[in-house]
């Protein structure tokens, strides 16, 4: 923001140098790990902490059910450890039952009988692990019961689908809990089974249908229906993100994005102004008009492209220099690797970062630069090791690097290592006084640390640290976004308003800001209409913010609108910069799908806003 950059601009991607941890380039609370809660957490809850990943998207219906009962906490509201016990279905109906008048009434009650009788003697060979001898009975029992019966007979199809599930016929499961659900459409144990069933035959599509019908036939009371939820969704999202950033174009983030972006680097040559004696004297004179180069160097004028934010010619104009083998190689590399990673192409990035840190005659910042960059990719790609290992060689070979210690801290934040986030925020501020950005995220570490170990007076401490760090740096906008979250989870929703505020006036054109207050008017006073006014201004001001997208997206599903959910969703893949963002995405829009197709089959839907 300010003094750094907007919370989205801090998540350049998974493969970018924000990454989508927060980490090279941005706030320790951006992108997906927005505040204490993840993004999806976030753009979905507008309130109470969840416990799942994607497969929350159909939680709202039960916070809802929480603020209107006053209860707390969360994930209170599912099941623990519900198991559905097998052999399952309806106790047998007691001699008699069935129609009394009509003809042929005598032998269909001894149809029927028999049928439950051959169905008990099923019950006691499953339980006494005899699977074979029990589908004979369980057979038996559907070749007997009428076939108006339709309850009755869905129960035996279902116990037989049990049995051939302790044998691991899943062809057999999904074929038997079919006739069942057929029988009984709304037959949650049948669908739960045949949902486990597609997830062994891997016909995931088919698994998310089922399991979403059963997640809202309980009320999304049940552990295991909504663990199997996240399992497929995420596995679905994965599968389709891999294809789809393999063949996605590269696509330039906006100018305020990349601007943010590079502004959160102080040490950082390759984003500083072009230096007096790269100019012409000509140029000198001309102020505002476009500069001109003295040496006939590509990478110098890709810095004048910079200047002038002509950022779709970097790379190319990098690529001469590098090619040219001039005498601007190691800083070309690195500005080409960094927009390399600003449009999501991680894979073209590293030989070039891998370049420069192997250069030992290059200027030791070039070298510290492409490590944090380096390292953040490697975050964002989940492997935290090495990302660690890239971080601690760059404080290595320049300790005087305030960038370093500031990344670092962010990571190690995210590794639930706050003491040590505190010590490199210290580091930092100790090499770089001046660095709001710095303190305001360490106050932020402070205050994440205290909540999620529920100390009342750390957390006093830390917001009066948020306040500190405002009066002592007025201009820094992260200070204000950073102390708003801190509010909004203490319930301090109007003052959170006015931090949101006091962003705005400082950086108008600052996206994610105005996300961030739509979100905050849903929690606060359940406005829809000024929060989605609020989200359609961020689009309004960057319309390659995918975070909004998301978000519009998430409450579209809240709404019940589920095709403009979808369209929300798609359009915010297609600006993701990297495969996890994307696969993260792809959960969201399938479990929209999902929900569309049982509304379809069975009439089913969740509460909507």
Known sequence: MAASKPVEAAMVSAAGPGSGSGVGGGSATSGPGTGSLPRWQLALAVGTPLLLGAGALYLWSRQRRRRETGARGDSGGLKRNSERKTPEGRASPAPGSGHPDGPGTHLEMNSLDRAQAAKNKGNKYFKAGKYEQAIQCYTEAISLCPTEKNVDLSTFYQNRAAAFEQLQKWKEVAQD????????????????????AHEKLDNKKECLEDVTAVCILEGFQNQQSMLLADKVLKLLGKEKAKEKYKNREPLMPSPQFIKSYFSSFTDDIISQPMLKGEKSDEDKDKEGEALEVKENSGYLKAKQYMEEENYDKIISECSKEID???????????????FYLLIGNANAAKPD???VISLQEANVKLRANALIKRGSMYMQQQQPLLSTQDFNMAADIDPQNADVYHHRGQLKILLDQVEEAVADFDECIRLRPESALAQA??????????????????????MKGFEEVIKKFPRCAE???????????Q???GKADEMYDKCINLEPDNATTYVHKGLLQLQWKQDLDKGLELISKAIEI????????ETMGTIEVQRGNMEKAIDMFNKAINLAKSEMEMAHLYSLCDAAHAQT?????YGLKPPTL
């Open 177 to 196: 809990c079919t006739k069942a659900v057929e029988l009984n459409p709304k037959y949650v144990k049948a669908l739960f089974r045949r949902a486990k």
């Open 324 to 338: 040219a083998q001039g005498k601007y190689m190691a800083e070309a590399l690195l500005l080409r690797a960094t």
């Open 353 to 355: 970062l891998d370049k």
């Open 441 to 462: 995220q360490k106050c932020f570490a402070l205050y994440r640390q205290a909540y999620t170990g529920n100390n009342s007076s750390q957390i006093q401490a830390a």
């Open 479 to 489: 200070g204000y976004a950073l102390y708003a979250q801190a509010l909004t989870d």
């Open 491 to 493: 319930q301090q929703f």
């Open 542 to 549: 960057d319309n390659k913010c995918d975070f909004a997208y």
């Open 597 to 601: 197709e049982v509304a379809k089959k």
